[in-house]
């Protein structure tokens, strides 16, 4: 059967630093916040489990809400905090989430699907490294060349987020924001032929409304449809989705294809 794995990285919303606008932390905390639970109240709504790649920083300053969340949905290392990285941050991030939740954390996404070295991400713990987009984003990076299926690395099952085949059309927070639904749709069901899986990975903050140009200075095809037109399209999506695909985790598709 197809399977769809939602996932979201679960952070301090920095991204407005990237454009000039220095937000306190306090209300980069709140925008994450805010979109989490309308997240996590989305998913409930239509009984679907999802994977949340967290900063140890935002977890800490909401032990309570990962706590529960992880009653129900995986919860996997998105690092200590999301603008500044060492290597010591892999295993520091996953001692502090596993003290948390008291669950194993088996899995890894780096911040802005920057690289990351997985002889490391093994020495750390991680069973799963989640951190190739394999398209191209200008200005992000130019993974054209990198590997679009699961593949291993330095002992580490390597998960990279769905494009397409070919032309690699990414399927994305982005693609949701910027192209009809339908054509999402469309993108899905040609990923699904090729790989029978399809996973989407999205931020809480693109749930909470960041129209605001002069408070937080995102570019129109960042901020669109933010809050709940973002919550519209995902609600579209899941509704179709559960009617053609079966919904899992990254901890339940890895130990599928790991075997």
Request: charged share 20%; glycine share 6%.
């Amino acid at each position: 059967m197809n399977k769809i794995i939602l996932s979201f990285d679960v952070e301090e919303f920095d991204t407005p630093l990237e454009y000039g606008k220095n937000l306190p932390l306090a209300e980069q905390m709140q925008v994450s916040e805010t979109g989490l639970r309308a997240v996590l109240q989305l998913l409930e709504t239509h009984g679907v489990r999802a994977t949340f790649f967290t900063t140890a920083n935002f977890a800490l300053h909401h032990p309570d809400l990962i706590r529960t969340m992880a009653e129900t949905h995986e919860i996997a290392s998105h690092g200590y905090y999301h603008s500044s990285f060492e290597n010591a941050d892999l295993k520091k991030s996953k001692d502090a989430l596993e003290e948390l939740i008291n669950q194993p954390v088996l899995g890894y996404r780096m911040a802005r699907m920057m690289p990351v070295s997985n002889s490391e991400i093994g020495r750390a713990g991680y069973a799963y490294n989640s951190s190739l987009h394999p398209t191209w984003l200008p200005g992000r990076y130019n993974n054209i060349g990198k590997p679009r299926v699961p593949f291993r690395a330095a002992g580490v099952l390597q998960i990279p987020a769905s494009v397409t085949p070919l032309v690699r059309f990414p399927v994305f927070w982005l693609s949701f924001k910027n192209f009809p639904l339908a054509f999402v749709k469309l993108a899905t069901r040609w990923i699904w032929r090729a790989d029978g899986c399809v996973n989407l990975y999205f931020h809480p903050w693109e749930f909470t409304d960041t129209s605001d140009r002069d408070r937080f200075g995102l570019p129109f095809y960042v901020s669109r449809h933010s809050g709940t037109g973002m919550l519209h399209k995902l609600d579209a999506y899941i509704r179709w989705g559960r009617r053609r695909a079966a919904f899992t985790t990254f901890a339940e598709w890895s130990e599928e294809i790991g075997e």
